[in-house]
């Protein structure tokens, strides 16, 4: 009956150590998604804990992710957290997409997010362009009736 017991408690101080190094894992691997998950919850752009977990799976900057969806809410943009993680995978800047998004619609340009995000794409500073539309370039040429021919 006694070498069951110890038998048993062998066992059992074995699984116990075993149950707490699983614990000890998932704890730090979802310790590092704590923190972006109460910083989106607190500014009210939810963002789901399975979702940031999800990121580093697809190779995706959570953090980057977060704040961008963070700065959208509050400036009273709908981006959803698929469309920046989307935009992400593809190979766009999506901080600059962001800016160029809250630029445009404080200046009341309107920038769809399916027309920024083309033009990220497809290379060009979409925050370069909102920027000359709110304060327009002004070339100075000179006076056609003066003695210049050339500029």
Not at 69 to 83: D, V, Y
Not at 104 to 113: E, G, H, N, S, T
């Amino acid at each position: 009956m006694n070498s069951l017991l110890a038998a048993v408690s062998g066992w059992l101080i074995g699984g116990i150590i075993v149950g707490g190094i699983i614990l000890l894992i998932i704890v730090t691997f979802a310790f590092q998604y704590i923190g972006l998950y109460l910083q989106a919850w607190v500014s009210g752009a939810k963002v789901g804990f399975v979702d940031l977990v999800m990121m580093r799976f697809r190779k995706v900057n959570a953090k980057s992710v977060v704040i961008n969806r963070i700065s959208a809410k509050k400036a009273g943009l709908e981006i959803s957290t698929n469309q920046l993680e989307a935009h992400y995978l593809a190979g766009g800047r999506i901080t600059n997409v962001v800016r160029a998004m809250i630029a445009a619609d404080k200046a009341r340009i309107d920038l769809q997010w399916e027309t920024s995000t083309a033009i990220d794409l497809a290379g060009r500073d979409i925050l370069d362009a909102v920027r000359t539309s709110v304060d327009p370039k002004v070339i100075d040429c000179p006076s056609a009736t003066g003695g210049k021919k050339t500029i």
